[in-house]
């Protein structure tokens, strides 16, 4: 186990070919709990903490957090841990990075849950209401976060907007991931980045590629399927049920349908 505040890396643990999980705005690594533990049985599990969101300080001033901008932050991360290549895998804004990792050819695969960033315009704004009004909610009960948690009813009807079965959170990281939606400091910085960045070079990336999204997301739209004609190769799975953050709502499918996907890409 790894948790230190001068680094963004929250967890390490496992054996195998390197997996780097990265979350979505607004959370943190202990939104990847439910799973790392599995994903562990078969690889060298990297969980972060994004800059500006859980423990991880912003930023430097003057660099927007568009997603390049985050994805050369876990690269330094990578290179400071002595890793070349590696798999990667991210929901919602951490797909969106994952994406843009696989465009400079050093993952080995790229598994991307609910990625943002081929939305309409009309469908950035509804986006960045959403969570704008999410962020604020968090910051007038983040106070009352021990009982929030606590409450399967208050945990359930707080977390409905991204988890289809939000009460399967535990009460711990209940707690601790709406502490982290009201206090990060990149959170309005990287919001406002999402409205204006727009993926590129996606006909590059060269390495296997798996998009996921539950078929009860209300966040990002159709936006994740858009990615199939852009990306050469890439598959596209619906996940039957689930919302946007689908990780503890069906922790078992998803462990194993990322193993599943990282041993086929290491067996090509």
Same mark, same amino acid.
């Given at each position: 186990? #790894?948790?230190?505040?001068?680094?963004? $890396?929250?967890?390490?643990?496992?054996?195998?070919?390197?997996?780097? @999980?990265?979350?979505? $705005?607004?959370? /943190? %690594?202990?939104?990847?709990?439910?799973?790392?533990?599995?994903?562990?049985?078969?690889?060298?599990? !990297?969980?972060?903490?994004?800059?500006?969101? *859980?423990?991880?300080?912003?930023?430097?001033? *003057? $660099?927007?957090?568009?997603?390049?901008? @985050?994805?050369?932050?876990?690269?330094?991360?990578?290179?400071? @841990?002595?890793?070349?290549?590696?798999?990667?895998?991210?929901?919602?804004? *951490?797909? +969106? !990075?994952?994406?843009?990792?696989?465009?400079?050819?050093?993952?080995? %695969?790229?598994?991307? !849950?609910?990625?943002?960033?081929?939305? /309409?315009?009309?469908?950035? =704004?509804?986006?960045?209401?959403?969570?704008?009004?999410?962020?604020?909610?968090?910051?007038?009960?983040?106070?009352?976060?021990?009982? =929030?948690? /606590?409450?399967?009813?208050? +945990?359930?009807?707080?977390?409905?907007?991204?988890?289809? +079965?939000?009460?399967?959170?535990?009460?711990?990281?209940?707690?601790? #991931?709406?502490?982290? #939606?009201?206090?990060?400091?990149?959170?309005?910085?990287?919001?406002?980045?999402?409205?204006?960045? =727009?993926?590129? +070079?996606?006909?590059?990336?060269?390495?296997?590629?798996?998009?996921?999204?539950?078929?009860?997301?209300?966040?990002? /739209?159709?936006?994740?399927?858009?990615?199939?004609?852009?990306?050469?190769? %890439?598959?596209?799975?619906?996940?039957?049920?689930?919302?946007?953050?689908?990780?503890?709502?069906?922790?078992?499918?998803?462990?194993?349908?990322?193993?599943?996907?990282?041993?086929?890409?290491?067996?090509?």
């Amino acid at each position: 186990m #790894l948790d230190t505040s001068e680094s963004l $890396v929250r967890h390490r643990a496992g054996d195998g070919e390197p997996l780097v @999980l990265l979350h979505g $705005v607004g959370e /943190s %690594s202990v939104g990847w709990r439910p799973v790392q533990d599995a994903l562990g049985e078969q690889h060298d599990v !990297i969980v972060l903490d994004l800059p500006g969101f *859980g423990n991880a300080p912003p930023l430097p001033a *003057g $660099v927007p957090p568009t997603a390049p901008a @985050l994805a050369d932050a876990v690269e330094r991360e990578l290179d400071a @841990l002595g890793i070349a290549t590696f798999h990667v895998a991210g929901y919602s804004l *951490g797909g +969106r !990075i994952a994406i843009e990792l696989g465009t400079r050819g050093r993952t080995r %695969s790229v598994l991307a !849950i609910a990625p943002d960033g081929l939305g /309409s315009p009309v469908e950035r =704004v509804y986006q960045a209401v959403t969570l704008m009004t999410g962020h604020a909610l968090a910051g007038m009960i983040a106070p009352a976060a021990p009982w =929030v948690s /606590s409450s399967t009813l208050a +945990r359930s009807l707080f977390f409905a907007m991204e988890r289809s +079965r939000p009460w399967q959170l535990t009460s711990p990281d209940a707690a601790r #991931l709406l502490v982290d #939606l009201a206090a990060a400091p990149g959170y309005e910085a990287t919001v406002w980045a999402a409205l204006w960045d =727009v993926p590129r +070079r996606l006909q590059e990336i060269a390495c296997p590629v798996l998009v996921m999204q539950g078929t009860a997301d209300p966040l990002v /739209s159709m936006q994740a399927p858009r990615y199939l004609p852009l990306v050469p190769g %890439s598959r596209f799975r619906w996940l039957p049920g689930l919302s946007h953050v689908p990780i503890s709502d069906d922790p078992e499918l998803v462990a194993s349908l990322m193993l599943e996907f990282t041993k086929a890409a290491e067996a090509r």
